[in-house]
C-alpha cells in the first residue's frame, strides 16, 4: 500500500542528438516529432525542427509517477520518434525500453540518430549488456556502425536473417 504513495522518477527518454539528410544532402526545417508513452497512460510529446545543416537535438525527458509502486503497472516505456519532411513521415526511431531507469546502450543510440531520407526503414537488433540474452530492438531509418544488426521476415514469414 505504501508504494501507492510514493512517488518515483520514471525515466521516459535520453538525450537526442542527430542529422537528417536527403541522398547525403542537410535537410532544413524537418519536423521532428517525439511521443513517450509510460504504462500504457502516460504520454509526453514534443518536437523540434532542423537547422539548415540538418541538426537537432531535444532534452532528456523524467516524468515523477506514482504507477511504478503499483503492482499491476507494467514498466514499459514506449519511445517513437518520427521526422515529417515534404509531406511524408519517416521512422527514425521506434522501440520500447523496459523498467523506470536508462539503458546506455539506448542512450548512445539516441545521441546518434543520423539518418538519410533515401534509407530504407529496417528493423534492427542491438546488444543488452546487463542481460545479453535479451536484446534491444528497433525500427529506424538510420545506421550505426557498432552494435547494430539488420533483421528482416521473409516473405512467408519463417525466417530470419541479417544483411
Known sequence: MFGLIKKYDVHMCSEV?????????????ARIRRELTYAHS???????????????????????????????VHDVVLQRITILSNEETYVLWNTKQLGIEPFKEIEEKLLTL?????????????PNKKNPSLEFDGLSICRWENDFEVFELEDDGTQFFSS
Do not use: H, W
Open 114 to 126: 543520423n539518418g538519410d531520407l533515401s534509407s530504407q526503414e529496417v528493423r534492427f537488433t542491438f
Open 42 to 72: 502516460v504520454v509526453e510529446i514534443d518536437e523540434t525542427v532542423t537547422d539548415a545543416n540538418g541538426y537537432f537535438s531535444m532534452p532528456e525527458i523524467l516524468i515523477t509517477s506514482k504507477k511504478p509502486g503499483d503492482m499491476f
Open 17 to 29: 542528438k542527430g542529422c537528417i539528410l536527403n541522398n547525403g544532402e542537410p535537410v532544413n526545417g
